[in-house]
């Protein structure tokens, strides 16, 4: 399961650039993160955000 913390899960292009240049480049570095910071990122919809909850939440970590 580390390999699956120190990447991100397929979200589609916008959503993964917007994480890489918001910093973000692995799930471990998203748990915490709330959940209205990174919705405020352009190119990060609802389907996005539902795919990271789901893999943090696999690997008991959650966005705040």
């Known amino acids: 399961m580390d390999d699956e913390l120190d990447t991100l ?3 589609g292009a916008p959503a ?10 692995s799930l471990r570095r ?16 609802p389907k996005a955000l539902g795919i990271l909850d789901e ?3 696999r690997n008991g970590l959650a966005l705040r």
Request: aromatic share 4%; no cysteine; glycine share 12%.
């Open 9 to 11: 899960p397929k979200i």
């Open 16 to 25: 993964t650039r917007a994480l890489h240049n918001a910093g973000y480049t």
């Open 30 to 45: 998203l748990d915490g993160v709330a959940r209205a910071e990174l919705a405020k990122l352009h190119g990060m919809g």
């Open 55 to 57: 893999a943090l939440r």
